[in-house]
């Protein structure tokens, strides 16, 4: 007999004595809710415990570490995303410390699972280009797999809707999700054929190299940028310090440098030089040569699922619309007024929050509103947006968006005020060779984006019995 839903509310169910796991015999485990997923899934599908599958489950560490400015590279569950590992991190461990958690250590084919918090049960792998570093508590790393997965495949099925809400049953019932070691240890995995689970892990295979590649074009970008500007890259470094200037006060200021604001904080000496530093280029504009006109965008609350992309604040990212951050109204696009709506060549910055934040507008993104918290800023000719956006949001872009921020609670970029940025004017084929190579990096995350979606796709395709076998003939 399998197992059989006697009511919905209150949960009442049959369970089958083979779905019945001797370590939880508590009712939560068998909400009627989940029970029929869980029965396609282990109906279906050879599934074992993971410690039969890995050799090694533990997690990150535990201690109370001291960081270093440079060193062993440490992570976080924030490092674990869905698209792939993310190796960018400004933490750091000494070698000493790090040799203390040898059990921590990332090596390539590991899984990485979040244990605690909203992103409990979020997954992916270690590829074979982090051989190096170290991670916190919050993650579970699953070590050594058996010949008989493929890591990337278990990863996918953890971040799909599905196997994330099959995953989650192990930590139903406290105040938030969490996973223990334990409870990592006894997870169920499906495992269909080796050739479908390749299939499914080629695809994020590819996409990792996908990453990469933009990875590299990132560099070749940055490169290009100051020796186009002839801006001093030594200066631009971490974001993470922008905010931390000197607390100097620029007594005297040049006439050139006086503003329409005249606030003490607008003169700080290091906003004061950084203005200096572009001025004393060859050629420069304030940021209104640059533009025909900017228009906050829509204010709309009557959010529905799969209705009119709305992109927020969270929304916007040099390099593309963050898929996972764009909410959705139920308003037509032709339905708002015809200066805010988006087009390709626009140049977005987000105004309130998070200011500051510059992106081109490329085709695929013009299906979408913005919303009031940000700027639509249609371009003269000869000025291209994605070169506009790489200078915004660089250092030198964003100390000006700081010196010129308004606001006591939540500062912010008034129309009035953004016209005091100053910027780099190059050739126009210069601006279009550096914003070519950010579109294409834009090109590469959304390719990686769509492999990744496909691949979670193709996990429910398998649970709903519609997965088309013939496709695992294809070459990802």
Not at 163 to 177: C, D, F, K, V
Not at 302 to 309: G, V
Not at 334 to 344: G, V
Not at 452 to 464: F, G, S
Request: aromatic fraction near 10%.
């Amino acid at each position: 007999m399998m197992n059989k839903i006697m009511s919905d509310n209150p949960s009442i169910v049959w369970v089958n004595e083979s779905f019945i796991d001797i370590d939880r015999i508590d009712p939560i485990f068998y909400k009627t809710n989940i029970m029929d997923l869980v029965t396609k899934i282990e109906g279906k599908f050879k599934v074992d415990y993971a410690e039969n599958l890995f050799k090694v489950i533990t997690d990150g560490d535990h201690g109370k570490r001291d960081y270093v400015d440079e060193g062993v590279p440490f992570y976080t569950a924030i490092n674990v995303q869905e698209e792939g590992f993310n190796s960018e991190t400004h933490l750091f461990i000494t070698e000493k410390y790090e040799e203390s958690l040898k059990r921590a250590r990332l090596s390539p084919n590991s899984l990485l699972i979040v244990k605690t918090g909203v992103g409990t049960g979020k997954s992916c792998v270690i590829g074979e280009n982090i051989s190096y570093g170290n991670i916190s508590a919050d993650v579970g790393i699953l070590k050594e797999p058996s010949n008989i997965i493929d890591p990337y495949f278990i990863s996918v099925f953890m971040n799909s809707k599905s196997g994330r809400e099959y995953i989650l049953r192990s930590s139903y019932g406290s105040t938030r999700n969490r996973l223990t070691i334990a409870e990592l240890k006894r997870l169920k995995l499906p495992i269909p054929s080796l050739d479908i689970q390749n299939y499914i892990g080629n695809k994020v295979r590819k996409a990792e190299q996908l990453r990469e590649e933009a990875k590299r074009l990132r560099t070749e970008v940055k490169e290009m940028f100051y020796d186009y500007t002839l801006l001093d890259r030594e200066k631009d470094t971490s974001q993470d310090s922008i905010e931390n200037s000197t607390n100097e006060w620029g007594m005297f200021v040049e006439t050139r440098n006086i503003t329409n604001l005249l606030g003490a904080e607008v003169y700080k000496s290091d906003y004061v030089e950084n203005q200096n530093t572009i001025r004393s280029l060859n050629s420069y504009v304030n940021f209104d040569d640059c533009f025909e006109y900017i228009v906050n965008g829509v204010d709309i609350r009557n959010y529905r699922d799969n209705a009119t992309a709305y992109y927020k604040v969270a929304a916007i990212d040099m390099f593309g619309v963050k898929e996972g951050s764009v909410d959705f109204v139920d308003i037509s696009i032709d339905s708002i007024n015809a200066k805010q709506r988006i087009k390709e060549g626009d140049l977005l910055i987000t105004r309130k929050g998070s200011f500051g934040i510059s992106m081109g507008v490329q085709t695929r993104d013009t299906n979408g509103i913005i919303s009031s918290e940000v700027f639509k800023v249609r371009l003269k000719s000869g000025w291209d947006a994605d070169y506009l956006a790489y200078f915004l949001n660089s250092r030198y872009g964003q100390k000006q968006f700081l010196q010129f921020a308004t606001g006591s609670t939540m500062k912010g970029i008034s129309q009035q005020n953004i016209v005091e940025i100053v910027v780099p004017k190059i050739k126009y084929h210069k601006q279009q060779e550096i914003g070519l190579l950010v579109r294409n990096i834009k090109d590469l995350y959304y390719q990686s984006k769509e492999l990744i979606q496909q691949a979670k796709n193709d996990i429910e395709y398998l649970i709903e019995d519609t997965w088309d076998e013939t496709l695992i003939n294809l070459e990802y």
